[in-house]
Each structure stands twice: as C-alpha cells, then as structure tokens.
C-alpha cells in the first residue's frame, strides 16, 4: 500500500518534490508490480563463453521457475551440456534478505549437498553471469536512488542506482538502465569492491507473454576486467505449466533427469 | 579376464532388472545417453608388501546411462552399467549394474523398482550413515563407490517432511582386492568364503526407513535401518589350502542414524551419527564437523573451502576401519572457471597416534568431452595393530581420463 501511494506520488504533477532515494524506490516497486502473477515458468538456456582470445565454450540448462508471494522465487537448474555435468541439479529458494537457501545434486553418487551462501558472488558454471545476477530480483535485495532519466539507443529509459542490501554480494552497487514502455531493465553496470567497474549486462530481443510479462530472450555480459564475456539466449519459454512448491521441494532433486 | 563376476542376488534381482531392460527397450526410440568411458592408471611409490602384486596397473572403465523420461515426467526408466578391467587384479575387474530403474513420480508419492543408489549423509571425510548401498571398495577406498541395490521404495512427501520406505532384497557383499591386488588387508579377504548369521544368507530382505525434512537452513534426516549389516566383520582363519585368510561375516544389524547438514552465510555444518547393534557389542558413532569458504579468495573467482570434522567411533581399537578417534583437516579449491577445475586435498589424522592419511583429488574438463583426474593418497605411520597396517606401502599417484557421452 506504502509502496503504491509512492508510485501515485511519483507519476501525479505537481506532487511534493520526490526525492531521489524515494523515486527509485517507487520505480523498483512498479517493476515488482509488473512482472508478479505469472505463476510459474520453464525454459531452455544456451550460453557461450568467449575468453579474450575468443575461444568458445557452450552450456546448456533447463531452468524452471515458481513465483511465491511475499518471498523469493524458488528455481530448480538442470545442466545438460558440457556432458560430465549432465544431470546436474541447482535447486534455489531465494529470498529477499534472508541468505538463498541452495543445494546442489550431484548424480554420479545420487548426494543432495547444501551449498554456502556465500557462492552467490561466484560465477555460474565457469561464466561472466554470478549467481546473484541469474536470481530472482526482489524489491528489498536493494537500497535505491533514482539518478537521471536517459535516451538509451533510441529508447526512453529511467536510470537507477541499485546498492545490495544482502549479504555476501561481490557488489558495492549496480546502475540499471529501465525501458519506460516495458519497465524491464536494457542494460545493467556493475561495480566490484573496488568501485570500478567490473561487468555490463545488455539485455534485447524482448518478448512478451501472457499478454503482460516482458522476457528478454539475449542477455550479453561483459567483463571489462578480464575481456571475456557470456552470451545468453532463452528458449521455449513457457508460463503457468502446473508447478507447486513440492516439485521445488529438496527432495524433488533426487528425481531429476 | 578372471573378474569376479558381480552377485547380483536371487531370482527377485534378476526379475526386476529383467522388468527395467524391457521398459528400456520399449522406449528405446527415445533413450536419452549419458555416461562415460575411461582410461585409468595407477603408480604405486614403494615395492610391494606381497608376492604377486605390482608396481602399477590400468584398467579400462565404462558407465554408460540410458534413461527416458515420459513427457508428463511421471514416468522414468534408467539403466546404468557399471565395468572395470583391470591389468593387476582380476577381482578388481568387475561387472556391476549402478542403476536399473523404474520410477514413478506423482505429485505426493514416489515408487522406484529396481535396482538404485541411495545417498544419504552429509560429512566429507566418511560416509557414515549412508547404508542402503554396498560399498565397491575396490573401486575406491574412501568408500564413496556404491553397489547397486534391488529395491521397492516408497516416498511420500507429506507436509510434516517426506518419509521413504525401503524393501530391500538381494544383499549385495563387499567388494574386496584380491590376493595381487595394492591397497589390501593383510592376510587377504576371501570373499568366496563369506559368511552369514541369517540363515537366509544373501536372501535376506532388508528393511529401511527414513525421514527427512528442511528447517530453514538446515535439513535434517532420521532413518533406521534393519537387515544384513553392509560392513563384515573380517574373522580371520585359515583356506582350504591352509593359508591365513580374512572372512567377511555379515551379521543382522540394527542401526539408527541422524544425519544434518545446514548452512548459515560462510559456513556449512555437517553431522552424521548413528547407534548400531548387532556386531558384537552395541556402539555409537559419529562424524561432525564444518565447511568455511572464503568466496573469491584473494581477489580471484575462486572459492576456498576449508573443512574440519570429527570421527569418532565408539568400538575403539577393536573398531573394522581406522576411525576410531581421528581428526580430518582439508581443503577445497574450485577454480570456477570454465574448465570447471577443482583440487581437494586432504588428512584424517588419529589422534590417537596411529598414523595419518594423505589424500589430493583434482580433476578438470578438457574440450568439451574429456575430463582428467588426478588423485593421490599416501599412508604414514599406519601402527601394526590397525586393520589396514599393509597400505603404509600403498601410496600411489592415478591419473584418469574419461570420455563424457
């Protein structure tokens, strides 16, 4: 309810003068607002991984994905590709201040092994995207500051400044660039510890479903430390396909495939 | 090749396997591949303990997975064979089935039929509790290889946690080195020889039950276990021949355990603990300990893990394995590159003063396919009343290439 009067505030002129700590968090609160309902969600993810002499190498995951009210996503990660992982299994249960709780399968021995908080700044599966990048984006996970608004490639975008408010985050703070029209976010900035910038996100090729829920199917990021860089392509995305929270239950990675 | 062919227990075993190859084959237009075929060798530092055995040995590996999943994922079959033949040790070589499987998967309950892997257990220095499947000591003597087991299981997720039932027939025995195999006892374990205190011998059916349940962060599992108990007793006596050799004696056991592991922000927790009577005087025993990981250590993507745990074992000295009262230090290193690289190295050292054990595993992918391991274990000060006093000449160095499917 706080949160909408703050939305009405920010949109109705001639309001009292908005600060930008509270500009941003209304835009970060009508983002959440947009993209909640959906339910549940499957999908197909290829990357590639360049290194700077531009050497490829391919991962293949199935990701499904539960929305649960008033708490953090639940997501459960199945490797296909490179093949000595195949089978693997990252199961996920965020939530928005609280540490994730993760476990991680392991077929070879059939073992389910809790994972460390702390493995959420590490890279997944040897890429340029962390953990914390690939999780679900809850409006508490971060303090907020509006910074500008901004023509970004032709389209018309708000600009954020974003500091994790959850521990063990390898990021002093994020700049993300909104779309008005879809409110989703083209393109993210990364800072490490040292305040330099450690990565950019550019994310294209949205599309919408449900009639409501905007996807990005390309998600390209760039290390500017290192020169390398992950490509990420979405496939067959599908939504509201019968999942509960027992198929995201601990136990339900024993089964995986 | 002189393998000791696999046991893979009665008519029931045989039946069900014979049930799962034939879901294979009706689904065969879909069969998912997985797997692998390996080249492993292994080098040994110091001249052998006994006649016959030898410096070095290679053996030939393959684990090739055929699974189909129907389209609504209710319905699973899988099969898993398992081969190794080895150029030192013919009952080294052998022939297993790791998995054989039909599941059905609803959404409150889950039925396996066949022959499986159950894991169950937190620790990394010992796999304590973890009693369904057999130990293929053979392949590893850190006990982390598993036989396959015939089964009925039962899951039932309810909100109170999910309990699992288990039918177990067809006890699989403990693999063993043979006579010119490395990292044996001494004298050598007779395994044509065993012995049963049922007298339904290896037709014993085995009962199991567990329950699991997540608090937060930490999951917890209580289970017992009743049957044909997975670790022998090791009698020693004399062969048809009149040469001193071990007898592996199964006795009916009775075990509880309690198994937890738990994380909180850098630290994971890990505690195994079980009662087990039948074998001889009732005893506990435990492993507990912890796992702290320093995330990008130094400035880089790599995570250090460092663990520490605690076995005990409440049999002492008379106790068939060396964990009696030892202390575990190790260290975890993964790269997280794209290679997917990690080292572990590792000690489990009695502090009791009767030797250590040095132990490094480090393993990365080659291409996209191929994956190399290195593991490395050497033996110090192993006193002669230990069990296991013959492997102070059995350090040795393995590498392993596998193939990935």
Request: proline share 4%; with cysteine; aromatic share 8%.
């Amino acid at each position: 309810m706080a949160s909408a009067l703050l939305l009405a505030c920010a949109l109705l002129p001639g309001a009292r003068a908005e600060s930008p700590v509270e500009k941003g968090l209304a835009i970060a609160t009508e983002m959440h607002r947009r993209d909640s309902g959906w339910g549940d969600q499957r999908a197909d993810m290829v990357m590639i991984l360049r290194n700077r002499q531009g050497q490829e190498s391919r991962r293949e995951i199935r990701v499904v994905t539960l929305e649960v009210a008033d708490d953090g996503d639940k997501s459960l990660t199945i490797f296909d590709h490179p093949p000595d992982v195949k089978g693997t299994a990252f199961l996920s249960h965020t939530h928005p201040l609280m540490p994730d709780d993760q476990w991680l399968y392991l077929p070879a021995l059939k073992r389910v092994k809790r994972i460390a908080s702390v493995h959420k700044s590490g890279p997944f599966m040897g890429s340029e995207f962390a953990y914390e990048d690939l999780t679900s984006q809850e409006v508490e996970k971060y303090r907020y500051r509006w910074l500008r608004d901004e023509v970004l490639d032709g389209r018309e975008t708000m600009v954020l400044e974003r500091v994790p408010a959850y521990e063990h985050s390898g990021y002093t703070r994020q700049v993300v660039w909104v779309d008005r029209i879809m409110w989703q976010p083209l393109k993210v900035e990364y800072y490490d510890r040292k305040q330099t910038l450690l990565k950019t996100l550019e994310l294209g090729e949205y599309r919408q479903y449900l009639d409501r829920y905007w996807r990005a199917l390309r998600m390209h990021m760039r290390n500017h430390q290192t020169g390398k860089s992950t490509q990420l392509e979405w496939r067959d995305l599908a939504f509201r396909t019968g999942l509960d929270e027992r198929d995201f239950d601990h136990s339900a990675l024993r089964r995986v495939r | 090749m002189p393998a000791a062919p696999a046991r893979s227990g009665g008519p029931a075993v045989r039946c069900l396997a014979a049930a799962a190859a034939l879901l294979v084959a009706g689904t065969a237009q879909a069969l998912e591949l997985g797997g692998y075929l390996g080249l492993e060798a292994r080098g040994f530092l110091h001249r052998p303990a006994f006649a016959g055995q030898r410096h070095d040995d290679l053996s030939l590996l393959a684990r090739p997975e055929l699974w189909h999943v129907t389209e609504d994922g209710r319905h699973t079959v899988a099969i898993t064979p398992f081969l190794r033949a080895d150029s030192a040790d013919g009952r080294r070589s052998h022939f297993d089935l790791r998995e054989a499987l039909y599941l059905r998967a609803e959404d409150r309950w889950e039925l396996r039929v066949g022959v499986d892997t159950v894991f169950w257990g937190a620790a990394e220095s010992r796999h304590l509790v973890d009693v369904i499947n057999q130990t293929d000591l053979v392949e590893n003597v850190d006990g982390e290889d598993k036989l396959g087991q015939p089964m009925v299981a039962l899951a039932l997720k309810r909100d109170f946690g999910v309990v699992d039932l288990y039918l177990l027939p067809g006890f699989r025995e403990r693999t063993f080195p043979g006579r010119r195999g490395r990292l044996r006892t001494d004298p050598v374990v007779d395994t044509d020889a065993a012995r049963y205190e049922s007298g339904a011998g290896r037709g014993h059916v085995d009962l199991a039950v567990r329950w699991s349940r997540t608090f937060g962060a930490f999951d917890v599992g209580l289970a017992h276990f009743m049957g044909t108990g997975r670790e022998p007793t090791l009698l020693p006596t004399r062969d048809a021949a009149g040469g001193a050799v071990l007898v592996p004696r199964y006795e009916q056991v009775h075990q509880s355990s309690v198994d937890l592991q738990g994380a909180t922000g850098a630290w994971l927790w890990k505690l195994e603990a079980l009662h087990r009577s039948g074998q001889g005087s009732a005893h506990v025993a435990w492993v507990a300990g912890f796992e702290y990981t320093l995330a990008r250590v130094a400035g880089t993507a790599m995570d250090l893990g460092l663990l520490a745990e605690h076995l005990l074992d409440g049999r002492g000295a008379g106790a068939p394995q060396r964990f009696e009262n030892d202390l575990f230090l190790g260290a975890r290193l993964a790269l997280n590159d794209v290679h997917g690289s990690s080292l572990l190295a590792g000690v489990i050292h009695d502090l009791d003063g009767e030797g250590s054990v040095f132990s490094l595993e480090a393993s990365r992918r080659v291409g996209e396919r191929w994956r190399l391991e290195l593991e490395a274990l050497a033996f110090n000060g192993i006193t002669s009343r230990d069990p296991l006093r013959a492997l102070d000449r059995d350090d040795h160095v393995l590498l392993r290439l596998l193939r990935y499917f």
